[in-house]
């Protein structure tokens, strides 16, 4: 496999449940990123790992736990999400490195996402 | 800080119609430019990308040049399908930590 994966493509929850996105890259990148797309809502950059290092973390509740065990790998662990929560979470890989350009020449890759709905 | 901002949508055309979507950016130093698309039920593609002042970045008959004079990044087509309707966002990255930095968004629906 190339490129991004997440799963699932889908996932319908309850407001009770516990469970997990998963997100890998097969790119080589060493900076991995969840982000959620609200309808009628701009992109919302959740959390940030450079180097399996969380970098970021912007205000997100914390019923919303990332994980990021290798450079390869990163997870989202949900648990008593709320209806509005429900959204298309998105993850992205680059190669954070300064020194030799990486996502500032190329950009970031995106998954093709999870669509979420909590009921 | 870093910002982007695009026209509203949802912009309608007819297929064949000329293309552009407005981006203005305001960013310290000498960003990167990208224009993502996102067809329906899909992730962010990278449509096209430029890195430098006056650099023309082109990709499936799109293209946007970066004008530093204007901090402006349009996208353009000359004739556009049924099959471009999609949502496009225009994004930068500065310098310093790579972090990307998001347009609302632009909806783009063309008709037959």
């Known amino acids: 496999e190339t490129g991004v994966t997440q799963t699932p493509r889908h996932l319908v929850m309850g407001m009770t449940n516990k469970k997990s996105l998963k997100c890998e890259q097969h790119l080589g990148h060493n900076a991995m990123y969840w982000y959620k797309q609200s309808a009628k809502k701009p992109l919302e950059l959740m959390f940030v790992y450079s180097l399996e290092e969380r970098v970021e973390n912007n205000s997100v509740p914390s019923r919303f736990s990332p994980e990021c065990p290798n450079s390869s790998h990163l997870f989202l662990h949900l648990h008593t999400l709320q209806p509005e929560d429900s959204a298309l979470y998105l993850c992205?890989?680059?190669?954070?490195?300064?020194?030799?350009?990486?996502?500032?020449?190329?950009?970031?890759?995106f998954g093709s996402g999870t669509r979420l709905t909590v009921v | 800080g870093n910002s982007v901002t695009q026209m509203e949508g949802p912009v309608t055309l007819s297929e064949e119609a000329f293309l552009t979507i407005n981006c203005t950016y305001t960013?310290?130093?000498?960003?990167?430019l990208f224009w993502y698309v996102q067809y329906p039920g899909e992730g962010l593609q990278l449509l096209l990308k430029a890195t430098k002042a006056d650099d023309k970045g082109s990709n499936k008959g799109f293209e946007a040049t970066y004008r530093k004079e204007t901090t402006s990044f349009h996208l353009e087509k000359g004739s556009v399908q049924v099959s471009d309707s999609a949502v496009y966002f225009c994004?930068?990255?500065?310098?310093?930590?790579?972090?990307?930095?998001f347009g609302t968004g632009t909806r783009l629906l063309v008709s037959p």
């Open positions: 994004a930068l990255m500065g310098t310093g930590f790579q972090k990307l930095v």
């Open positions: 960013a310290t130093g000498y960003p990167s």
């Open positions: 992205a890989s680059s190669q954070d490195t300064t020194r030799t350009g990486g996502a500032f020449l190329h950009g970031y890759t």
